[in-house]
Every structure is written in C-alpha cells, then in structure tokens.
C-alpha cells in the first residue's frame, strides 16, 4: 500500500515483512547549468508539496482521475531529484532492500525504454535501494545523467517526446518491488544487538521557503549533466517479490495550475546556480566504493537537452542558465559518516 | 487462543532457526529473559501467553508485527486501550461496523494513494 505521509510517499508491504517501508520523496533543487559540462549533485531545497489527485476531482484533468495518484508543483525554472529512505532496521543491521522503477512521461529513467509494470534484469530498468540513495535525472551513460527538469507537455522538449513522438503522458511513474522476505533473512541474518551502534543516518534533506506557468501538464525534460552512477543490482533478479508491487502516478501540474486547482500558493522560484554558488554554498559528490554503475542507456544518450533543443528551434527556454564554478563541494561516502546531509539553505 | 499464539511462534522460530542457529527455544528464551521450558510450554499452547512487554520483545526477536502477535495472543496494547478508553462507544461501534468487512475495505480508513489505469 501506499501513503501520502508529509509529502512524501510511503510505500509498505506488511504481508511480506514488517518492516518493509520504502519513504519516497521528492527534492526541490536549482536548475544546474546546461552548459555540456559535468556538474555536481545540486542541494535539496525541501519537499515538493504533493496532494492526492481525487481531492481535487473536478479540478484537475480527467485523465489525472483516471491514472489516480498525487500531484506536485513545479517551476520551469526548477529541478527535481528524488530521495529513497528505507529506514534502518538494526536487528539486521541494514535497510530493507527495494527494486524501484521510475520513468517520466512513461520512458525508463534507466533504460529509456517504454514503460511496462514489471522489472527486467537485462538491460536493468530499475534501482536498487538502498544502494541508490537518490535520482536527480536520466541515466545518459556510466556515470551520468540529465537532470530532471520541468516542461511544459506538449512542446517537443520532454523525454518521452523525444522519444515516442507524442505529449500523452507527462508526470513521473514510480513502482516499487520488495525483495523476497526469505531471501532477506538469508541475506540479513538478526543479529545480536549492540548498544551504542552508529545511529543510522538518512541521506536526508530540508526545508526551504517557497513559487509559480498555463497550460495543462508538465512532463520532466533532460537539463544539464551531472555526476551519478546508476547502481548495478547487487543482489539478483530472482532476489525480488515480483508478485507484489505498488506503483503510483506522480502528475505534475504548473505554478498557475497548481494554484487554481488548489488555491495554495505553490513553493517560491529556487536560486538559480550562480546565486547559490555565488552565496558560498556547497555542491555534492557521492562516492560508494563497493557500487558497480550501469553502462547508461543509448536511447537517453541521444536525447537533446532542453538548451540544444531550443537552439534548434530558435527558442531560448532557459533565459538563467549561466555557468557556475563551484568553490565547495561536499564528498559524501556511503554509510561511514554522521549526519551525512545533502541539503543547501539559500 | 493460547494454542493459536503457541503455534504462530513455533512456527516463525523453527523458520528463522533453519537460517540461524541462534533462533533455537533456549536462545530465544535467554533474549527475552524467560526459561526455555516455559516458552517451550507457551509454543505447545500449555501455558497461556506472557506479559505485552514480553510478547512486544518476542516480536522484536522474531521480526514480527506486535500487534498481530498481541491479538493472537487475545491481548490489545496499551496505546490501543488508551485510545478506546478515550472514546469508548465511538471506537466500539467502529470496529463491530468494520467487523465483517473486507481487507481491502478496512484498509481504505487507512487512507491510500490510488493506483488507476495508466
């Protein structure tokens, strides 16, 4: 089953462990400049507010009803990442493990495939967490990726698009995949628990303060590169209860929309990435020596980034976009330190 | 009832005890503070089930949910009683409404994200 929980989704499957929880959310975050160069994980700058669809029926578009789901604000001056927190169980001194798919406008964020609801090992189209602790866009190649950003559907800019030749779709798709509870307790044997063990720390984020476009949906285009891996599945394909998923639509309305189906203000416009370089803020960079990354996908390899696509069309949708030189940047390393923290205040 | 909570946990134990050793009645019986003999006596349903802090510990150790193995066990926790006493006749008629109800039904007053066709 799947809760809205501080606008987060919170996805449980107590008939396969108890402990089986998987936290989604979904960071706020500065456009990083589509300039062909590699950038550094950008900041979280707090959750995206996020309300289930059917409390709005009546306002928002039928097709919205229809998929069911939640719904989010975004600026076309914004970015997202998403952030996975499958908590820590310390009896077995681990997370529990999740297979997680995410696509946008119905194109695998890993393969560039179509959308289709189960989990394919080769190529792999899905994550595993909690190895993956966070998705900031579309696996490009080994190493990379192109920043979520938002778009307007409808105008030849969004992945799927590029890709499928049609605006149908829009929004984020997200299914999650439990990993079989006998292989977990094979895996994770309980172990005897000690006093004054680390406290787990989530790779978390904050707060921020927070903004406002017309016409229907958005649809999540390729921005500018970044540095992530994509981490191989380190355990196997057999390992995952593929008979038990939940999946859930995440629609993505724009600032003027948001406002007029919900009569709340959306989150303020974030900095852009000179303001926030500018300020003295930190960049990130995430290091998991034991990860192995996927090779990235040839289809997204070949997407045009929103700037390339605009120069094509003699459009300029990104009027903020100038290069930023960052002077910190934060290493994190998996699991070895305290309050590891991906969060930037502006 | 004491038969039913017997079997549930003998049950889970031998299931973790094929994966480790450490899941044998006498181990788990010194992690939760007990004799071997009397938590063999309550998995054979001979001996009426312990304490909440000891069946709260038992679903620690066993990786279970507490508040199955405390309705097994004929119990309700004491956060749960301390809501009902708060309302008595509104939860009262709220569980005997729900009583015949489907899961999927009862899981709806949780409420969940849903799931369309996409």
């Avoid at chain 1, 707090?46 to 409390?55: K, L, T």
């Avoid at chain 1, 190895?131 to 559907?153: H, N, S, Y």
Wanted: hydrophobic share 35%.
């Amino acid at each position: 089953m799947i809760e809205l929980k501080n606008d987060s989704l919170v996805f449980s499957f107590p008939e396969v462990h108890p402990k089986a929880r998987l936290r989604i959310d979904f960071q706020r975050t500065l456009r990083i400049p589509d300039d062909g160069r590699d950038h550094f994980l950008p900041p979280g700058l707090g959750n995206f507010p996020i309300r289930h669809v059917d409390d709005f029926n009546g306002r928002v578009p039928y097709d919205w009803i229809e998929h069911g789901g939640v719904m989010l604000p975004m600026h076309q001056a914004e970015a997202m990442w998403l952030n996975f927190d499958s908590g820590y169980i310390p009896e077995h001194e681990t997370s529990y493990p999740f297979a997680v798919k995410i696509a946008a406008g119905k194109i695998d964020a890993v393969t560039g495939e179509n959308w289709t609801n189960g989990l394919h090992g080769l190529p792999q189209d899905y994550m595993v967490v909690p190895e993956q602790p966070w998705l900031d866009g579309f696996c490009i190649e080994k190493g990379t990726i192109r920043q979520f950003v938002a778009m307007p559907l409808g105008e030849g800019y969004t992945a799927e698009e590029q890709i499928s030749g049609k605006a149908e779709h829009g929004g984020l798709q997200i299914i999650v995949y439990p990993m079989k509870r006998e292989v977990f307790e094979r895996r994770f044997p309980k172990v005897e628990r000690k006093r004054d063990r680390m406290e787990h720390m989530t790779m978390s984020k904050m707060i921020m303060p927070c903004m406002a476009d017309m016409d229907a949906d958005m649809g999540l285009a390729p921005g500018g590169r970044m540095k992530q891996e994509i981490c191989e599945d380190p355990y196997g394909y057999e390992d995952w209860d593929r008979k038990t998923r939940s999946r859930c639509f995440v629609h993505l309305a724009n600032s003027i929309m948001w406002r007029a189906i919900t009569g709340e203000a959306p989150p303020t416009i974030p900095p852009t990435a000179r303001q926030y370089t500018s300020a003295g803020l930190p960049w990130y960079d995430y290091y998991d020596a034991d990860a192995v990354a996927l090779e990235g996908s040839e289809i997204l390899d070949d997407l045009k980034s929103v700037i390339q696509m605009g120069y094509e069309k003699g459009e300029y949708p990104l009027p903020e976009n100038e290069p930023a030189r960052p002077k910190r940047v934060i290493r994190l390393r998996k699991g070895l330190e305290r309050n590891q923290v991906r969060e930037g205040s502006f | 009832m004491m038969k039913i909570f017997g079997d549930y946990i003998r049950k889970r134990r031998e299931e973790l005890r094929t994966l480790d050793r450490e899941f044998s009645v006498r181990k788990v019986a010194a992690r939760l503070g007990v004799q071997p003999s009397y938590l063999s006596k309550i998995e054979r349903g001979e001996q009426a089930p312990p304490t909440e802090a000891k069946i709260r510990a038992l679903a620690e150790i066993l990786g279970e949910d507490t508040d199955v193995l405390l309705a097994l066990a004929g119990k309700v926790s004491s956060d749960l009683q301390e809501v009902i006493v708060r309302r008595p006749q509104l939860f009262a008629q709220l569980i005997r409404q729900l009583k015949d109800m489907p899961d999927h039904a009862v899981l709806k007053v949780v409420r969940e994200v849903r799931d369309g066709s996409w």
